[in-house]
Nanobody, 125 residues
Framework: QVQLVESGGGLVQAGGSLRLSCAAS????????VGWFRQAPGKEREFVAT????????YYVDSVQGRFTISRDNPKNTVYLQMNRLKPEDTATYYC??????????????????WGQGTQVTVSS
């Protein structure tokens, strides 16, 4: 059974930083790309970032480029999202997800098969 567990969310002032973690059970991330999405109240789930299995291919949504960094530690089955210079508009529930093998549209939630339960990030102004 594949389980993804996010952690690291919280309340932070604008300009601050948080580091999210996504831990996978067993070898659930082995060979797979992983993505981060976020969803604010009343809005659709939005792609944030994705990283390939070996970490050589990374994409970000334009709104976080230069502020967020996605990384992974494969021996630990964990993917991270370092978020710096946070803004109130970054407030959302953040989810990690495993991308289906062979899927190319990394921005679509449909390309991902397993999801974590989410972690709340709140940025105050």
């Amino acid at each position: 059974q594949v389980q993804l567990v996010e952690s690291g969310g919280g309340l932070v002032q604008a300009g601050g930083s948080l580091r999210l973690s996504c831990a996978a059970s067993g070898g659930a991330f082995s060979g797979y790309s992983v993505g981060w999405f976020r969803q604010a109240p009343g809005k659709e789930r939005e792609f944030v970032a994705t990283i390939s299995w070996r970490g050589g291919v990374i994409y970000y949504v334009d709104s976080v480029q230069g502020r967020f960094t996605i990384s992974r530690d494969n021996p630990k089955n964990t993917v991270y999202l370092q978020m710096n210079r946070l803004k109130p508009e970054d407030t959302a529930t953040y989810y990690c997800a495993r991308r289906r093998g062979g899927s190319s549209d990394y921005t679509s939630h449909l390309a991902y098969d397993y999801w974590g339960q989410g972690t709340q990030v709140t940025v105050s102004s």
